[in-house]
């Protein structure tokens, strides 16, 4: 009995979107990341941004006063430059090194793919042939993999009594998940917030969009959190016109 309540209810709701859909679009960016690091890393290490790629899938829901609803679908690689302080050194055997050798420089590369799912609310504005957009709203992000790069640069003792040095690279996979051997979790929640400048068009509209993804959840036990600019050129086809 409550299926059949709820079932024109359902095709109800979905006849009001349907109508209130404005359009369909894509979006490929450019990603800017890093990571947050909690205090204790902090002291070690310098987090930089690191470059990857976005791509997104959307659609436009009017909600009315210029107001809109953006559901979307995007693949995003975060990651991290991490690069240890200058004044920070380690004993050779605490990266499996000699007693005489001495850690003088680690570099750790990160890139992780991410399978979004941002739900935003967009405020417009303008008019003519050109516009604007404030937009916030929350995430869903599922990891897929990832890579790491490792560069440990060391100083050892030369055959003439001086110092010399040398770096040893090695690459590494990155699982993601809820395992007790997975490098980080699967699963993150994030806050977003963009804007943009939109260029209207007889049938669509160019659009180019700024996003600042700010993750709330920790990505390991160390704390790290995501953090996350990206710089996209949209294209979005009206429907119903």
Same mark, same amino acid.
Request: charged fraction near 20%; proline fraction near 4%; charge should be negative.
């Given at each position: 009995?409550k299926k059949l309540i709820l079932l024109p209810v359902f095709i109800a709701i ?43 899938? @959307?659609?436009?829901? &009017?909600? *009315?006063?210029?107001?809109? !609803?953006? /559901?979307?679908?995007? +693949?995003?690689?975060? %990651? ?44 417009? @504005?303008?008019?003519? &042939?050109? *516009?604007?957009?404030?937009? !916030?709203? /929350?995430?869903?992000? +599922?990891?897929?993999? %990832? ?95």
């Amino acid at each position: 009995m409550k299926k059949l309540i709820l079932l024109p209810v359902f095709i109800a709701i979905v006849q009001i979107v349907s109508a209130q859909i404005s359009g369909f679009g894509i979006r490929p960016a450019v990603s800017f990341s890093t990571y947050k690091l909690n205090k204790e890393y902090n002291d070690v290490y310098d987090a930089a941004l690191r470059p990857g790629l976005g791509l997104a899938a @959307f659609m436009e829901i &009017n909600l *009315g006063n210029r107001f809109t !609803l953006q /559901p979307e679908v995007a +693949f995003t690689q975060r %990651g991290v430059n991490l690069s240890s302080e200058s004044s920070i050194f380690w004993e050779g055997p605490d990266f499996g090194y000699p007693a005489t050798y001495k850690v003088i420089d680690y570099r750790q590369k990160e890139t992780l793919n991410y399978l979004d799912i941002p739900v935003m609310v967009e405020k417009n @504005f303008g008019g003519g &042939n050109i *516009g604007a957009y404030v937009a !916030l709203g /929350p995430a869903l992000s +599922f990891g897929l993999n %990832g890579k790491g790069r490792e560069e440990i640069t060391y100083e050892f003792p030369a055959g003439d009594g001086a110092a010399d040095t040398n770096t040893d690279r090695s690459e590494y996979q990155i699982e993601m998940g809820s395992g007790r051997y997975d490098t980080y979790k699967g699963f993150d929640l994030s806050l977003n917030a963009g804007a943009g400048l939109l260029f209207l068009l007889e049938n669509g509209e160019i659009g180019l969009d700024l996003r600042y993804t700010h993750g709330l959840r920790n990505l390991n036990v160390d704390g790290l959190k995501n953090r996350n600019f990206m710089i996209g050129v949209s294209y979005m086809h009206y429907i119903g016109q």
